[in-house]
């Protein structure tokens, strides 16, 4: 099973590093510290994302992907990504609370691809992604369905809100469950919270930077691999999640051209 967390905010200062984008399978980017690790690589003819920490694996190999209007699904089989160099970047903003400001390093990169970008971000205490839509003269563009999962590699043990439905108050106790007991019609808020092990590494899995685009929710996959290797998945208007991979369908009819979705996060922590 295979289990994702991520953080991100807007607001980035980027500093470019002058290379050419070259063609990149897999395509791998570490944080500043080095301990965290995502990648990009080719799985059974398609793109697939994982991340590591310290070289173990968080989130096994897991499906990337849209189904736009127009017919077209970038992430889907054949798919080939093309990688721009890294970048670096600080972000530095004030927050309200115990900490009064924020200054954390990442490092970025891109991959581009037909129809979408695919923004990597890594920190040294998560790591995130998104897709972007290029501007167009084509006009508007729907979103149909968002094919992102997260795989894990074992049956983690979690914590979690069911909530069931979307129109709710996102409140709620965090229930402990395995992630292989996560079922296809369950709607999980964000965070989900995994344990890889008995006081091992744990990792949430998150959102932010939500424009325009339904929110994050997990369920089930449903598949008869869960059992083994849990994974989740995004529902439309929710995200769900399945035997070790998580996945979020988006929903239909959602516009944006050009666009960024919202950040996807998976944020350990020893």
């Known amino acids: 099973m295979t289990r994702s ?26 944080s500043p510290d080095g301990r965290l690790s995502i990648r990009v690589e080719t799985v059974d003819g398609a793109p697939a994302l994982s991340v590591s920490r310290d070289g173990r694996m968080l989130i096994a190999p897991s499906t990337v992907g849209l189904a736009l209007s127009d017919g077209s699904r970038p992430g889907a089989a054949g798919t080939r990504f093309t990688a721009a160099p890294a970048t670096t ?26 129809a979408v970008d695919l923004v990597l971000r890594a920190y040294d205490d998560g790591v995130a992604f998104r897709y972007r839509l290029p501007a167009s003269d084509s006009g508007p563009l729907g979103v149909v369905a968002e094919n992102t999962t997260f795989a894990f590699p074992a049956d983690f043990g979690c914590w979690g809100l069911n909530l069931g439905r979307f129109n709710s108050s996102h409140e709620g106790e965090f229930d402990p469950i395995a992630a292989s007991r996560i079922r296809e019609y369950n709607a999980y808020d964000a965070p989900l919270v995994c344990e890889t092990a008995a006081g091992g590494p744990a990792f949430a899995i998150a959102e ?8 994050l929710y997990l ?8 059992a083994s290797r849990p994974s989740w998945r995004r529902v439309p208007t929710r995200r769900t999640a399945s035997p070790p991979s998580w996945r979020p369908p988006g929903s239909a009819g959602t516009s944006r051209r050009p666009g960024a979705w919202s950040w996807s996060a998976t944020a350990p922590e020893t």
């Open 5 to 30: 967390l991520a953080r991100l905010t807007c607001g980035v200062a980027l500093a470019m590093l002058a290379a050419s984008a070259a063609q990149a399978d897999p395509a791998a980017l570490s």
């Open 89 to 114: 970047g600080v972000e530095d903003y004030p927050l309200l609370g115990r900490a009064s400001h924020v200054r954390v390093r990442y490092r970025e990169m891109v991959l581009h691809a037909p």
């Open 208 to 215: 932010a930077d939500l424009k325009d685009y339904p929110g």
């Open 219 to 226: 369920a089930g996959r449903g598949t008869a691999a869960w």
